[in-house]
Structures are given as C-alpha cells and as structure tokens.
C-alpha cells in the first residue's frame, strides 16, 4: 500500500461524498488531512474522528474556497499547524441546475465561482508551497459532464470543462518543479447529489449498469496522491464513469 506518512494532504469540500471518502482513503494510509468545508461543522469534525481512528491525523478548517481571503486564510492555518502542504485534492462543489433558457445569471455565476474559480484559488495557494518544496501532487475532481455537456447543467459543465483547461495547463506550468497536476472526472456516483435522481435513464447510458461508488473515486484519487506510478503522470483526466464516456 502506498503511504503519505508525514505528508499534508488539503482536501476541499470534505465533509461528505466524494469528498469524504477521499479524506478517509488518504487519512488511512498516514497522511495528515486538512478537512475543508463550508457548513457542516459537525459532520467534519466527525470525520477528523474517524481518520484518528484510522491511525491519521485530521484537522476540520472551515473555508468558502470560492473566496480569495478564505483561500488565504485556509492556507494559513495549514502552514501554521503543519508547516507543508503535499497533497491538494480540489473537491468542494455545487449544482444548479435548470435549462439554459431558464438560466438565472445569479445561479449561472454561483455556480463557477466555487467549481472552476475555486479550484484556481486552491490551486495557486498549494502550488505557491508547493514550488517551494519542489514537489507536490494535485488532483482536480471534474465530470464527465465537462467533457461531454449535459441538458440542464450549462453553469456545472462549463466549469467542469473549465477545471480541465486548467489542470492542463497548470500541468505544463509545474511540471519543473517537479508538482504533477491531475483531474478525476467522476460519472454518476451515489452521493446526495445524485440520489434525487431517476435512476432509470441514467443507467441506461452505463455500460457497467450501475452507478459508481465514492470510494471507488477515492481509490483513484489515492493511486494518483499517493503511488510511486502515478509520478509520471501528469496533465491527464481520468474518467471514472462506467463507461459512460468512450473517447
């Protein structure tokens, strides 16, 4: 099993979903996790609770990363505590989902603001320590919406697709300093984002016939933390989706 002992891994949006079942997956195999969330105080500190039990260590920071100074702040407090900063797996997100014509410009803008315009801000913090210890890893969680749309969902897959453009390019810009920048593009996978939905059509498009799990996400996202194979991989994006999407 691979391992981050002694290494800090920042994990946004965390206290529940994808989110957390990558804090746990990285907390087991030593690192030291940085629990963001927004709102749900009691369900991150729950979670510190439980990487503890899992032989890690976890700290619950409370931080709306679509926010310049909550970035700063978020940075901060991990570099104050720890000191280094190895892993970011940029998670928080949210929907709003309408059609296009329907599209208020409110719920189009909140929307890219924390799923494309966070990811940016996280981003140029971890990358900033990062440089400085000439060596990180950084996993952007997008859909596979941003690669192929989706009806309703304009603001969603526009900042999906928006954390692909940037991942690569940040690949590019980190690559010497030896920083390997990643994005995880999930398909429908049981979260409270997805469970008011029909499942009927949505498994009609899956070759697997089934939807994804957040730990099978997790799996991926610790392969690419944490495993000394995933060190020249850089500038990619990994469906993980069922075969939903084939290109």
Same mark, same amino acid.
Do not use: W
């Given at each position: /099993?691979?391992?981050?002992?002694?290494?800090?891994?920042v994990v946004t949006g965390a206290s529940r979903g994808i989110g957390r079942a990558v804090a746990l997956h990285l907390g087991a195999i030593g690192a030291k996790v940085v629990v963001?969330?927004?709102r749900s105080a009691a369900e991150a500190e729950s979670l510190v609770q439980e990487i503890a039990a899992l032989g890690g260590e976890g700290m619950a920071v409370a931080a709306?990363?679509?926010?310049?100074?909550?970035?700063? #702040?978020?940075?901060? #407090?991990? /570099?104050e505590r720890w000191g280094r900063v190895d892993v970011l797996v940029n998670n928080a997100g949210m929907a709003r989902d309408t059609l296009l014509l329907r599209m208020k410009p409110e719920d189009w803008q909140v929307v890219l603001d924390l799923n494309?315009?966070?990811?940016?801000?996280?981003?140029?913090?971890?990358?900033?320590?990062?440089?400085? #210890?000439? #060596?990180?890893?950084?996993?952007?969680?997008?859909?596979?919406?941003?690669?192929?749309?989706?009806?309703?969902?304009?603001?969603?897959s526009?900042?999906?697709?928006?954390?692909?453009?940037?991942?690569?390019?940040?690949?590019r810009e980190l690559a010497s300093r030896n920083i390997t920048v990643n994005a995880v593009a999930p398909g429908f996978i049981t979260t409270q984002m997805t469970e008011k939905l029909?499942?009927?059509?949505?498994?009609?498009?899956?070759?697997?016939?089934?939807?994804g799990s957040p730990a099978e996400v997790a799996g991926l996202v610790r392969f690419l933390a944490a495993d000394p194979a995933a060190a020249y991989i850089t500038g990619q994006v990994f469906a993980i989706d069922g075969g939903m999407v084939m290109s």
């Open positions: /099993m691979p391992s981050l002992d002694n290494q800090v891994a963001n969330y927004a709306d990363v679509s926010q310049p100074s909550a970035v700063e #702040q978020l940075f901060e #407090q991990v /570099m494309l315009t966070g990811v940016f801000l996280c981003l140029k913090a971890a990358a900033k320590i990062m440089v400085k #210890q000439r #060596q990180g890893r950084i996993i952007n969680i997008t859909s596979v919406v941003g690669l192929v749309g989706n009806p309703g969902q304009a603001n969603y526009a900042a999906k697709a928006g954390v692909i453009g940037l991942t690569k390019t940040a690949a029909d499942p009927g059509p949505i498994l009609a498009q899956i070759p697997l016939g089934r939807l």
